[in-house]
């Protein structure tokens, strides 16, 4: 059992006006795209927690500090040394640009900011959810979020699933897999739709 502790928006957002302080007073802008359960629970309801963040620092040339803003908040909140991590990016497109992304926000605030964060757009998530589809997890959450993300993108049938596949990762074949589980999905969204 992952005894992992879930990280809710107002606990991630604190980290951030934290991290956005850090670099702020080193007169450092850092920016972040977030994916995964992190960019949804930002963008939808429905996702209430998260057990890390997904992300890429998307700044250039201060990496290395904006990590240190992550260990720095990490420390000031007990969080995990892991609770915002890169791994994601082996799931990110190749040529991944601004259209892909939203602002969440500024921070420590609108008014003077440190770190910018953006979130993948949830057809996007989509598509990185359905790649991952190939991992077997004990709850399923990328098969739930799929569900949820397919339903909010209008994707209810196998077709508009490769569809946004495509969209993102071009001619790239989902994996096998993944591929295996498209008709259990349509079914799962058709059946929450209705």
Not at 7 to 31: N, V
Request: proline letters at 3%; charged letters at 30%; a neutral charge.
């Amino acid at each position: 059992m992952d005894r992992t502790p879930q990280l809710d928006r107002a606990k991630i957002e604190e980290a951030f006006r934290i991290m956005g302080q850090y670099l702020l007073d080193r007169k450092t802008l850092g920016e972040v795209a977030i994916y995964g359960g992190s960019a949804i629970l930002f963008q939808f309801d429905w996702r209430k927690t998260s057990r890390d963040v997904d992300a890429q620092v998307i700044s250039t040339g201060n990496h290395g500090a904006v990590i240190d803003a992550v260990r720095f908040a990490a420390s000031r909140l007990g969080l995990s040394s892991s609770w915002l991590g890169e791994s994601v990016t082996s799931y990110a497109r190749r040529g991944e640009s601004d259209a892909d992304r939203v602002l969440i926000g500024l921070y420590p605030s609108p008014e003077r900011f440190g770190l910018r964060v953006l979130a993948a757009r949830p057809e996007y998530i989509l598509a990185m959810k359905l790649q991952a589809l190939e991992r077997v997890t004990a709850d399923d959450r990328d098969f739930d979020d799929a569900v949820h993300l397919a339903i909010a993108c209008r994707a209810d049938t196998v077709d508009k699933l490769r569809d946004v596949f495509r969209k993102y990762f071009g001619e790239q074949n989902l994996p096998y897999r993944a591929e295996l589980r498209l008709n259990e999905l349509a079914a799962a969204i058709q059946t929450r739709m209705s």
